[in-house]
Nanobody, 122 residues
Framework: QVQLVESGGGLVQPGGSLRLSCEAS????????IGWFRQAPGKEREGVSC????????YYSDSVKGRFTISRDNAKKAVYLHMNSLKPEDTAVYYC???????????????WGKGTLVTVSS
């Protein structure tokens, strides 16, 4: 059974940092592209960052480029999102998603976690 479980969310002040984790089970993580997405209240889910399988390509949305970094540890079956210089507009539920297609990084990805809430507020 494929599972993606996010953790690491919480309340952080503007300018602070958090590291989100996505633990994968039930599939061979090295073969899959993993993405991070977020959904703020009243808004559509949007892509934040993706790390492709094998090719080591990464993608970042313009809104997080230079502040967020995606990394993967295939031995630990985990993907991380390191978030720095957080802003109130980063407040959202963050989801990780997986897909076998190395070029896929969108809300149509096959497997999804249940999300973890990040709140950026003073």
């Amino acid at each position: 059974q494929v599972q993606l479980v996010e953790s690491g969310g919480g309340l952080v002040q503007p300018g602070g940092s958090l590291r989100l984790s996505c633990e994968a089970s039930g599939f061979a993580l090295p073969l899959y592209t993993i993405g991070w997405f977020r959904q703020a209240p009243g808004k559509e889910r949007e892509g934040v960052s993706c790390a492709s399988n094998g090719t080591r390509n990464t993608y970042y949305s313009d809104s997080v480029k230079g502040r967020f970094t995606i990394s993967r540890d295939n031995a630990k079956k985990a993907v991380y999102l390191h978030m720095n210089s957080l802003k109130p507009e980063d407040t959202a539920v963050y989801y990780c998603a997986g897909d076998y297609d190395p070029w896929r990084c969108d809300v149509g990805m096959t497997y999804w976690g249940k999300g973890t809430l990040v709140t950026v507020s003073s």
